[in-house]
């Protein structure tokens, strides 16, 4: 299993520009999430899903969008990239059993730089 | 979901346990206590996490008090691979995860 892989490692946008961060897993889990980390902070959530054709807001999530199609993939958007953007993003997943949060697996991370 | 608090750093000696202390005064009755741990700028790893009682697996001990507003990561014999930034995470089944800055801890050869 490669369990969580993030694509690309690294990018640089200009503003104003769009992009896909891509997620994928092949653990089978339910539930997949979004964070940013900005220098010297913890992460913050942005997005999450629970299953195929459900997401749902995190604490961060302006300027963001994703979309889940089916189990394994959850692709975060940027439409218009700002500056203030700039930050390392991890996709992370888990099980997900209503009420029973389970661990989560974190993917290496995207780093991406917004000129 | 309860907020945490953690010293910012500590240090431990290779071979030696090193115990990292978290606050959840707060916590309420359905969050569990996690921890996870970020190594350089990769993406962070789970170690262990409880309810109430007392947890261990082949990473860590996690001690939770009686009254669970306070809880004690332990890596019985540290190694220079250990260092590493440690989060204490309370988190119920919403998965909404609030990560302060962590406890760096410095394991020294």
């Known amino acids: 299993n490669a369990g969580v892989t993030q694509t690309p490692k690294f990018h640089i946008l200009k503003t104003g520009q769009s992009m896909t961060l891509q997620c994928a897993q092949d653990?089978?889990?339910?539930?997949l999430s979004w964070y940013r980390q900005d220098p010297g902070m913890g992460l913050r959530r942005i997005h999450y899903?629970?299953?195929?054709?459900?997401?749902d807001k995190g604490e961060v999530p302006d300027g963001y969008n994703v979309s889940r199609s089916n189990t394994e993939d959850f692709p975060l958007r940027l439409e218009s990239a700002a500056p203030s953007q700039t930050s390392v993003y991890f996709c992370?997943?888990?099980?997900?059993?209503?009420?029973?949060?389970?661990?989560?697996?974190f993917g290496p991370g995207t780093r991406l730089t917004v000129t | 979901d309860a907020k945490t608090t953690q010293p910012t750093s500590m240090d431990c000696a290779e071979g030696r346990a090193a115990n990292l202390p978290c606050n959840h005064s707060?916590?309420?009755?359905?969050?569990?206590v996690y921890w996870y741990r970020q190594i350089h700028s990769q993406g962070p790893q789970y170690i262990i996490h409880?309810?109430?009682n007392n947890e261990t697996n082949e990473m860590a001990s996690l001690i939770i008090t009686e009254d669970r507003k306070s809880s004690t990561l332990i890596l019985p014999h540290a190694t220079l691979r250990d260092t590493a930034v440690y989060y204490c995470?309370?988190?119920?089944?919403?998965?909404?995860?609030?990560f302060g800055t962590g406890t760096r801890l410095k394991v020294l050869a």
């Open positions: 992370a997943s888990s099980y997900w059993v209503k009420d029973y949060p389970y661990e989560q697996y």
């Open positions: 653990m089978n889990h339910g539930y």
């Open positions: 899903s629970v299953a195929a054709g459900i997401t």
């Open positions: 707060t916590i309420s009755g359905n969050e569990y």
């Open positions: 409880g309810l109430k």
């Open positions: 995470i309370a988190s119920s089944g919403t998965y909404k995860y609030i």
